[in-house]
């Protein structure tokens, strides 16, 4: 983490980082926790997937609605006698900084998923694609309710002195939800809790195709990890 | 195709539509809603950019600075239908200054001056946006999850509703530690009923929720008794007097979620072990609540780790580049995001052996060797017990 800091500082693009960084701390910490197994394998491949596909959504969102950079709130306080000259663009910093927020939370998803499912294989090998699914399915519903709500309490607690403040002040609601403030930590919280969402069924295709597909890809997969 | 076929039956197929397209109906107005405003809006037609100059930063970075022409229409209000031109400069980080691009909607400050119209932009429109967040998440939920994840938006607006009426009382004067023991009850029961239903589960995970819940404020309370943090070094700054209070209320719900999540957790898996173990002895019981202990900390941990650490990271940057040491940091800006993440993995932490023991205890009520006869009870529970076995 410090050192994805100061290689940011050091003036290397953000988004390079994002990815770079993002791998790494996957790697380290499902390889770590799990394994060089197939499990590993499928869930870093699901999280890498989301990691892209929410990436894009977060550069249009971002690109439109001017979510980058220090708001109202912010301003107003220590930074206004810094300088703002760093030659870093703030656009793609933001999506650094969403990455980031839901990377724990989406890691722990896809292991408790993968796993769940390999161990239903190994169980029973005689199950079909779908029968996989299907249990990838449920777990992902028994899983899906908690995450969600931690996911929104560390984002309440977070926001709390922000909230505060608007109702101190007699924010209105329009000024409220138009904010850029508002518009961050809204964004954070909703775009892990979508990352959450997508890694289920992404970690379970990937996951039981791995474990039953008879295309080449798959089956050499399936051998390196035998090997190992 | 085939493959998402095999995923997603029909029917949920056609709810998520519906949805879908109550959203594009939503998004649409959250589109044109202008005139619901009071404040003055304006649509950015077209837009003419102009480099003037570039400054040097504090390490020798060349920062360029752009000029923008812009064009734009009022929406709303007296002069509505006008046109407006207005400059714009803006620099290629873009920390305190903004770009515009065409079709964007933006809050304007009009001032007449001889019949010639100018302005002054306040802010950008953003709440269709928010829909469009909003729609993709409930989308998704329907169509990922089904009934369970209605269940999921049901507790989590229910919380939103809890959330901002205790923000208005607070307004109103009450006392905030009060009011976030009521909201962490609240919030605790509500949202485990809503998610597990009436069950002995349930009831064991609520019960050791707040107790670790009490643990960890009972911990944060010896801590900064002993050692103040310098509360007014924190961010959005309002009310001096009860600073501390409210940052406390911050890190207990913060913590809060992690700790339902050990708390079902555990009290599930306990509850399956003791049903599906053949021999059951207290040894291998508390073997195997460690071993789901272990399990599910490193993960929980990470989560919050992430979540925290990186709504900081844009000030750490700036702050590193105007050349503040990783000593004056630490000690002074990100202080607060690290006791934040650490009393949250003692609550974790704490959370662990808490429920491990509140589940034997309510174990030992039912009696230590329950019947295994429900086949249907152990399928479903299956899943639960999937979970803790990951990493085995």
Known sequence: MVICIYVITLGMPPIVITFLGSITFCLITVLYQNGTNLKSYSSLIAVFLVICILSIVVAILGHYSQMAGFNELELCEDISQLSTDIKINMQSLMITVIMLGLLGAVMDTSIAIATSIFEVYQNNKELE?????????????????TTVNTLFFAGIGETLMMSVLFSKFGYSFEKIINSKVFFQEFSIIVIANIGCLIIIPITTIIISNLLKSKSAVAVKIRKLCDEV | ??????????????????VIILFLAVLILADNNYCFYHKTIASVKSVQEKYIESQEGPNGEQEKYYIQRVKAVVRNGIYKGKEINFKNTYSYSGIKNEKYQSGEDIFIEISENDGKLSGTVSGIKRDKYVVFLVGLFVTALVLITGKQGLLTLLSLLVNILIFILAVGFYSKGKDFEILCFVMVILFNCLTLLILGGISRKTIGAMVSTLLAVAATYFIYTIVTFIEHPSYELMDYIVAPNDLGKIFMAGIIIGCLGAIMDVAITMNSAVHEFAHTAEHLTWKSLIKSIQEIGYDIMGTMINVLLFTYISGSLPGIILKIKNGYSLNTLVQFNIVFEIIRFLVGSIGIILAIPISGFIAVVFLKKEGINGNVSNLKHYIFNFNCFSRWRKRR
């Open chain 1, 129 to 145: 694609l779908h029968d996989l699914m299907k249990s990838g399915k449920s777990v992902g519903r028994d899983i899906l309710g």
């Open chain 2, 1 to 18: 195709m085939a493959l998402i076929k095999k995923y997603w039956s029909n029917k949920k197929v056609i709810i998520a539509g519906i």
